[in-house]
């Protein structure tokens, strides 16, 4: 008597019958689709053995019922999408919910590099700088009304000239006499350090800091022989055609303060009333 060979499930012969090894054992056919196959999410039917199944996102479809939810179209060999659990053609997503490029008009496929700025859409190579007509891509741009430029073809465009070196002044920057400089521009005309963010003063529309126009243009104190600027709040005393800070401003023999208080001027001299007595 030969051994038997039946079904795992149904426990009938299979000799002589189609069958599918699972599992390490054997089932017909009919059990084998019963207890393994797959529900397809479209017609609800089960995917059996010998029908090509598809699989997409823990969801199984028979081959023909894997179509755009809108075209209708076979997606099996075609790329597709999903909407809201549709699943449609590259076309018809396309058509119902790609941006389309401002610039040439055409749709923005789906997974192609674009580019978005103020609710408009472009392909990356449409995205262009008004002047120079090459893509602009990832790097920073300037928009002027309706046109975009890239920020060298910008400032040549657009951006003020500084004073000195005419270059282009893209931003921050100084104005002097309502004239626009790059801060490393606008330095003294006698030393060069920059003035920019402190105070200085000018002399025939020429800028210079305190210190140099000091030396080279103000008064010199009778005294201490140190240039008297004004500036700062600071206080000078002017007598006939001499100067004197006010700290500087005492008497010759004793050194006493003379701010606000009457003196005597002997030759170079000034004198307080004690020493003017004591000649």
Not at 171 to 183: A, C, F, I, N, S
Not at 199 to 208: A, E, G, I, K, L
Request: aromatic share 12%.
């Amino acid at each position: 008597m030969s051994e038997r060979f039946d079904c795992d499930n149904c426990k009938e012969s299979l000799y002589g019958r189609k069958y599918i090894q699972a599992e390490d054992n054997p089932y017909c056919i009919p059990c084998y689709d019963s207890l393994f196959a797959n529900t397809c999410d479209e017609c609800k039917e089960l995917i059996g053995h010998d029908s090509r199944e598809l699989f997409y996102e823990d969801r199984h479809y028979h081959e023909h019922c894997f179509r755009c939810f809108r075209c209708d179209r076979s997606l099996a060999d075609e790329p597709f999408t999903s909407q809201d659990d549709a699943l449609l053609c590259n076309d018809c997503y396309c058509n119902e919910f790609s941006s389309k490029c401002v610039a040439c008009d055409k749709t923005v496929m789906p997974g192609t590099r674009k580019l978005e700025y103020a609710g408009s859409t472009w392909h990356e190579s449409c995205f262009i700088c008004n002047s120079c007509q090459q893509p602009i891509g990832s790097k920073s741009f300037i928009p002027d009304k309706d046109d975009h430029y890239c920020v060298p073809c910008y400032e040549n465009k657009f951006a003020p000239r500084c004073t000195r070196c005419k270059q282009a002044l893209a931003k921050g920057g100084v104005t002097y006499r309502d004239e626009p400089w790059h801060k490393e521009c606008f330095v003294c005309t006698s030393c060069k350090v920059q003035l920019a963010g402190q105070h200085f003063t000018s002399r025939d529309d020429s800028p210079y800091c305190l210190k140099c126009f000091g030396n080279l243009y103000a008064k010199k104190c009778e005294a201490c022989k140190k240039p008297i600027t004004g500036f700062g709040g600071g206080k000078y005393i002017s007598f006939e055609d001499r100067q004197w800070h006010q700290p500087c401003f005492t008497c010759s023999r004793c050194s006493v303060s003379l701010v606000g208080a009457g003196f005597f001027p002997e030759q170079d001299e000034i004198l307080c009333r004690n020493c003017n007595s004591n000649l």
